[in-house]
Nanobody, 113 residues
Framework: QVQLHESGGGLVQAGGSLKLSCAAS????????MGWYRQAPGNQRELVAT???????NYADSVKGRFTISRDNTENTVYLQMNSLKPDDTAIYYC???????WGQGTQVTVSS
C-alpha cells in the first residue's frame, strides 16, 4: 500500500559524498519506522540505517560516523547522507518502511577507487 521511490544514487569517487532520498506515497512517516538497506552483487541485503518515529537511529558498524539517516515528515521523505564513501559501499540501496512492510525499487551507488 505504501510505495517508496529512491533517488540520488550515482557514481562517485572514493572519499566523496552522496545524498539519497526516499519519498513515500502516503503521509506515514510520523508513525513509521524507515530505513535504508543495501545489496552488493553476490551478497545478502544488509541493514545500513534505520530511524523510528521517535527519531531513534541505528547504523551498521561499517557506516557509523560516515552515514546519517534523517527524515522530513512534512515532505514524507527519508534521507541518507553518505560521506567518506568507500568502494565497499558500492551496492544497490533500498528504502524500507515497516508499514507493509514496503520496499523501494532501489538506487545504484557506485564508488570508484
Amino acid at each position: 500500500q505504501v510505495q517508496l521511490h529512491e533517488s540520488g544514487g550515482g557514481l562517485v569517487q572514493a572519499g566523496g559524498s552522496l545524498k539519497l532520498s526516499c519519498a513515500a506515497s502516503l503521509s506515514i512517516l510520523s508513525v513509521a519506522t524507515m530505513g535504508w538497506y543495501r545489496q552488493a552483487p553476490g551478497n545478502q541485503r544488509e541493514l545500513v540505517a534505520t530511524i523510528t518515529r521517535g527519531t531513534y537511529t541505528n547504523y551498521a558498524d561499517s557506516v557509523k560516523g560516515r552515514f546519517t539517516i534523517s527524515r522530513d515528515n512534512t515532505e514524507n521523505t527519508v534521507y541518507l547522507q553518505m560521506n567518506s564513501l568507500k568502494p565497499d559501499d558500492t551496492a544497490i540501496y533500498y528504502c524500507y518502511c515497516n508499514i507493509g512492510p514496503s520496499w523501494g525499487q532501489g538506487t545504484q551507488v557506485t564508488v570508484s577507487s
